[in-house]
């Protein structure tokens, strides 16, 4: 019987597949993979995980990294709305900008200036920095030298987080206050024993998404699926 991981693509020997207990370790990524009857919908305490097509497991790491592209076409909306908001201050000041930059000579009329000359242009440059991020940065998840590291970049962006797993009480999942066409968004985070809250993942477009990123963790940072026990179960969907 061949068995592919579910996480990381690649062929499970047949050593590390459990026919008896239906579960298969794979040897690259050690992450389980189930390989009982699959079904479409959720049935009792099951409930079903989708693998989130901007994640990706680095198999050729030497510990467990995944890696998360930033990449949507609201990032490219963005970076175009923000040449916009760049080039229209140019177009209506083009000589006042070029008075102020060569002779530093102020306009006569300051306040249009000061309006749409700067503003717009304070707006445009966040907009263009938050859409350049959007297309190429992307977001590492390591765990290492027992530490769960989350690291942005290249780009700089708030939000690196170094945890160690004995201070994690369980990794959570709440709906997001969020939501995109009238479909709510998911947060995984990290419930701490002191019950402080750390966001992991933010604004996910499915619970199976969330519950999929919760599993895996789960997994590499030796957690439980909840603070004690927990009876839920999983199914893999595809």
């Known amino acids: 019987m061949k068995v592919v991981c579910e996480h990381c693509d690649e062929d499970i020997t047949a050593k590390n597949i ?7 370790k794979c040897d690259v990524c050690d992450s389980i993979t ?3 009857p699959k079904k479409g919908k959720a049935e009792n305490s099951e409930e079903l995980y989708t693998k989130p097509t901007n994640y990706q497991i680095d198999s050729r790491s030497h510990g467990f990294r995944m890696v998360q ?8 909306l963005i970076f175009l709305i923000s040449l916009i908001f760049l080039t229209v201050p140019l177009m209506l000041f083009r000589d006042e900008f070029i008075a ?28 263009f920095y938050s859409g350049i991020t959007g297309l190429i940065n992307r977001t590492v ?5 027992n530490e769960l590291r989350i690291k942005h ?4 962006w708030r939000g690196n987080k170094r945890l160690i797993p004995s201070q994690i009480k369980k990794l959570d999942i709440k709906k997001s206050s969020v939501e995109v066409n009238g479909e709510p968004r998911w ?3 990290a419930k701490m024993i002191n019950d402080k809250k750390i966001m992991i ?19 590499q940072l030796g957690l439980s699926e909840g603070e004690k026990k927990s009876s839920r179960k999983y199914k893999f969907k595809k």
Do not use: H
Not at 18 to 24: C, P, Q
């Open 100 to 127: 102020l930059f060569t002779k530093g000579q102020l306009p006569d009329e300051i306040m249009p200036f000061i309006i749409f000359g700067g503003i717009f242009s304070c707006v445009g440059w966040c907009m």
């Open 201 to 219: 993942a933010a604004r996910l477009e499915k619970k199976s998404y969330a519950l999929y990123l919760q599993k895996i963790l789960n997994e």
């Open 141 to 145: 998840y390591t765990v290492e030298f």
């Open 34 to 36: 189930f390989i009982g």
């Open 69 to 76: 592209t930033w990449f949507s076409g609201g990032y490219v």
């Open 18 to 24: 459990s026919v008896v207990n239906m579960i298969a």
């Open 153 to 156: 970049g290249p780009l700089p």
């Open 187 to 189: 947060n995984l985070f």
